[in-house]
């Protein structure tokens, strides 16, 4: 059974940094590409970063050169690392097996339930 359990959100003053994590159980992580999508208030799910097999990457433009994304197989984890938070990037952030390894597969339906991130003075 695929599991994903996201941590580390919490409330942060824009400027800051927060690390989330993602705790994969159930399926040998090291073969799926992995990302990190956020929801934020009446706004459509996007797509924030991602990392293949590989461990190539992308990014959205809205978070390029102030998150990283980074996988540790062995201890079942992946990482956001979030720096020079905005205000705009408030949102509930979601961690995602997708249905292959490489950077173009798609987004499946195993989903974590969500770590809440708020960035506000």
């Known amino acids: 059974q695929v599991q994903l359990v996201e941590s580390g959100g919490g409330l942060v003053q824009p400027g800051g940094s927060l690390r989330l994590s993602c705790e994969a159980s159930g399926f040998i992580l090291g073969i799926y590409a992995m990302a990190w999508y956020r929801r934020a208030p009446g706004k459509e799910r996007e797509l924030v970063a991602l990392?293949?097999?590989?461990?190539?990457?992308e990014y959205s433009d809205s978070v390029k050169d102030r998150f990283t994304i980074s996988r540790d197989n062995i201890k079942g984890t992946v990482f956001l690392q979030m720096y020079n938070l905005k205000p705009e990037d408030t949102a509930v952030y979601y961690c995602n097996r997708h249905r292959g390894g490489s950077l173009n597969s798609g987004p499946s339906a195993d989903w974590g339930q969500g770590t809440q991130v708020t960035v506000s003075s």
């Open positions: 990392i293949g097999s590989d461990r190539l990457t």
